[in-house]
């Protein structure tokens, strides 16, 4: 079984950071790449940032671009990959609820698309002020 554990987050004002960590447990060969989605009310959850774990090789949504880094690293003493997600340059429109999520890609038409992940943390909440 996989399993994403969100944690960081918060309250912040514009132009601040803040970092998100996920830790996934369980076998690492179900999944291949560990991302971000966040979600407002009423909309539908948008897919932020990715990382293939082979290969290290990190994907963005536009408008996180150049403010927004991610990072990924192999617990050697349990097994356990890790990702952070450090936010930068923070706006109003940022706000949402941020979750971390595992699943295997195929494609880059599958990397966006929530149902292509299987395994979701329960989020943590990003609020940023103006």
């Known amino acids: 079984q996989v399993q994403p554990v969100e944690s960081g987050g918060g309250s912040v004002e514009s132009g601040g950071r803040l970092t998100l960590s996920c830790l996934v447990s369980?076998?690492?060969?179900?999944?291949?790449?560990i991302g971000w989605f966040r979600q407002v009310p009423g909309k539908e959850r948008e897919g932020v940032a990715f990382i293939y774990t082979t290969i290290d090789d990190t994907i963005y949504t536009d408008s996180v671009k150049g403010r927004f880094a991610l990072s990924f690293a192999l617990s050697q003493h349990n097994a356990k990959n890790s990702v952070n997600l450090q936010m930068n340059w923070l706006k109003p429109e940022d706000s949402a609820l941020y979750y971390c999520?595992?699943?295997?890609?195929?494609?880059?038409?599958?990397?966006?698309?929530?149902?292509?992940?299987?395994?979701w943390g329960q989020g943590t909440q990003v609020t940023v002020s103006s």
């Open positions: 999520v595992a699943g295997w890609v195929t494609g880059l038409w599958e990397i966006y698309d929530a149902a292509t992940y299987k395994w």
């Open positions: 369980g076998e690492s060969f179900y999944y291949n790449v």
